[in-house]
C-alpha cells in the first residue's frame, strides 16, 4: 500500500449510519483468516474487549500480545492491526467520535486518557457493559439512542478508570485551553506554524499556552507540535510504502534531510533506520 488505510470501520468507507456499531471479534476476523492489516479510523474511536483466545496486536509503532479479558483503547486516528488465534472471541464497540465528545466532560480527565492506545485486564463491569450495549443495539424499542449514549458513557468511564488504575501516570488535567489547542495541532500541524502562531489564534501568550501544556502534559507548546509531527512520521514509516523523501513531503517539509534531522534528535534513529527496526520485528 502507498498510505495507511483510514476506514471508518473494518475495510468500510461509508460514515458510521447508527450511534453505536458492535459486532464480534469472531464475525469480522473469520471472514479475514483472523488477521487486519494496519488500518486507522478517521472518525471513530474502538472498545475492543478479548474474552476468550489471543491475539498480536500493533498500535501505532508499539507491538503486544493480547489474552483472555484484555480490553482495548483506540483512539481516533491510531494505526492499528490485529493477529488473532483462529477462534478467538470477544466483542469490539464503535463509536462515532462526536458522540463519545458528548460524554467528556472538561475538567474530568477522561480525554486525555481516552486519547492514547491502552490495554489493560478487563473486569465484570466493563464486560457487563459491553454485553448490555450489545443487547440494546439489536432492539429499537423506545429510547435506543438515548440508552446507548448513556452506556457508552458508562463504558468510557470504565475503560478510563481502568487505564488510570494501571497506569496512574497517564492522567492529566483537561482545560478548555488545551483541548482548543490540541485541536489546532490536529488539523495544522503539517504547516508547521510556530507557537506564536497558535496562541494568536486561540487569544493568549506564547508563554501561557506553553505553561498550561507543561502543566497538562509535561510538554510545552512547541514539544506538542514535534511530538504530533513525529508521531504521524512513525505511522507512515511503519505501515506505508512511501519513500523517507515522500513522508517528508506529506509532513510539509521542503527538505527531506531536515525532517530527518528532526526525526533522529526525537526518536534518537533516522527515518531510515527506524523502518529498517519495524521491519525486523517482522
Keep these: 500500500m502507498s498510505r495507511i488505510d483510514n476506514f471508518n470501520l473494518f475495510g468500510e468507507l461509508s460514515d458510521l449510519p447508527d450511534v453505536v456499531h458492535c459486532e464480534t471479534i469472531e464475525v469480522r476476523s473469520a471472514l479475514h483468516d483472523w488477521e487486519l492489516t494496519p488500518h486507522r479510523h478517521g472518525r471513530l474511536h474502538q472498545f475492543l474487549m478479548l474474552h476468550r483466545g489471543a491475539a ?16 482495548v483503547n483506540v483512539p481516533t486516528g491510531c494505526v492499528h492491526s490485529y493477529s488473532f488465534e483462529p477462534g478467538t472471541e470477544g466483542w469490539v464497540v464503535t463509536v462515532a467520535s462526536e458522540v463519545l465528545d458528548e460524554w467528556l466532560a472538561e475538567g474530568e480527565g477522561l480525554r486525555p486518557v481516552l486519547s492514547n492506545p491502552a490495554q489493560v485486564p478487563g473486569n465484570l463491569d466493563i464486560r457487563d457493559t459491553i454485553t448490555a450495549i450489545f443487547d440494546e443495539y439489536e432492539t429499537r424499542d423506545f ?3 438515548h440508552v446507548l449514549r448513556a452506556r457508552i458513557a458508562l463504558l468510557a468511564g470504565l475503560v478510563a478508570r481502568a487505564i488510570a488504575g494501571d497506569a496512574p501516570a497517564a492522567l492529566s488535567s483537561d482545560t478548555t485551553l488545551q483541548r482548543r489547542f490540541e485541536a489546532l495541532v490536529e488539523a495544522h500541524f503539517t504547516e508547521h506554524l510556530a507557537v506564536s502562531d497558535y496562541a494568536d489564534r486561540l487569544a493568549v501568550t506564547p508563554t501561557h499556552l506553553s505553561r498550561v501544556m507543561r502543566q497538562a502534559t509535561g510538554r510545552p507548546a512547541s514539544g506538542v507540535v514535534t511530538d504530533r509531527i513525529i508521531r504521524e512520521a512513525r505511522r507512515n514509516l511503519a505501515y506505508s ?10 509532513l510539509g517539509y521542503q527538505d527531506p534531510s531536515h525532517f530527518s534531522r528532526v526525526f533522529s534528535r526525537a526518536t534518537g534513529l533516522s527515518p531510515r533506520a527506524f523502518r529498517q527496526q519495524i521491519e525486523a520485528r517482522g
Design 241 to 250: 510504502n512511501l519513500s523517507v523523501s515522500e513522508v517528508a513531503y506529506a
Design 143 to 145: 429510547g435506543r439512542a
Design 56 to 71: 498480536r496486536g500493533r498500535f501505532d509503532d508499539a507491538e503486544v500480545d493480547l489474552s483472555d479479558n484484555t480490553v
